[in-house]
């Protein structure tokens, strides 16, 4: 069983507020990844870092910002929460590079701003 | 860039049945990983199978098995004896080799539904 853990799995909140997603992983991974996904859509890639200090933004397009102080936790930040970031938050780690082991995915986040 | 195609939505199967799942992908690299993931209403996705394309055979999990055919860029996945715990979304994946760091690149997914 993956030891990678999303908190809050629910959060419903309010426009304007500040919030941050959390993602802790045990296994020592390099690598870790934040997906959004929309109910019934494909995973979009919106951060990952290779490790402690390396944040890149993915392929979409995001108003969040993710730190990585440490190797085994990757949070993601909205500064000011609005409606358009109503989704599901997924995060991921894996091994480094050639490694092909499967990346890992904790259980998400799934965020209602109202 | 990498791109990977799911072209079915939703798919339905009748327990102890067999049901394939489609996947084409497009890429100008030679060495590269492909994988099904599996997301069910749990949400927690979980690898399923995972092919490397320099391998030729195809790659087989008990009831799980892919048929991967390089130079169409095909990667299906075949569900025999079907469950109702297979019940989930199923995202197929790419994942580079060649790149320093490369992740993964998911479909859009595929329903499945597995009827009693």
């Known amino acids: 069983e993956a030891d990678i853990y999303q908190t809050p799995r629910y959060l419903v909140i309010g426009t304007g507020k500040k919030i941050t997603l959390e993602c802790s992983q045990t296994?020592?991974?390099?690598?870790m990844y934040w997906y959004q996904q929309d109910p019934g859509m494909e995973l979009h890639l919106i951060h990952y870092?290779?490790?402690?200090?390396?944040?890149e933004k993915g392929d979409l397009s995001s108003e969040s910002t993710v730190s990585r102080i440490r190797t085994e936790h990757f949070p993601l930040t909205l500064e000011s929460a609005r409606p358009s970031h109503t989704s599901q938050y997924l995060c991921?780690?894996?091994?480094?590079?050639?490694?092909?082991?499967?990346?890992?995915f904790g259980q998400g986040t799934r965020l209602t701003v109202v | 860039a990498q791109t990977v195609t799911q072209s079915q939505p939703e798919m339905s199967v009748q327990e102890a049945e067999t049901v394939t799942l489609s996947c084409t992908y497009d890429?100008?690299?030679?060495?590269?990983?492909l994988f099904w993931y599996k997301q069910p209403p749990s949400r927690q996705m979980i690898l399923v199978i995972r092919?490397?394309?320099?391998?030729?055979q195809n790659a087989t999990e008990n009831r799980f098995s892919v048929n991967f055919q390089k130079a169409a860029k095909s990667f299906s996945l075949k569900i025999s004896d079907s469950q109702l715990g297979d019940a989930a979304m199923y995202f197929c994946?790419?994942?580079?080799?060649?790149?320093?760091?490369?992740?993964?690149?998911f479909g859009e997914g595929t329903q499945l539904t597995v009827n009693p």
């Open positions: 991921a780690s894996s091994e480094y590079y050639r490694d092909p082991t499967e990346a890992f």
């Open positions: 296994m020592g991974h390099d690598k």
């Open positions: 870092s290779y490790g402690v200090n390396s944040t």
């Open positions: 890429t100008s690299e030679s060495d590269y990983y």
């Open positions: 092919q490397e394309a320099y391998k030729q």
């Open positions: 994946a790419y994942r580079s080799a060649e790149t320093s760091g490369s992740r993964l690149t």
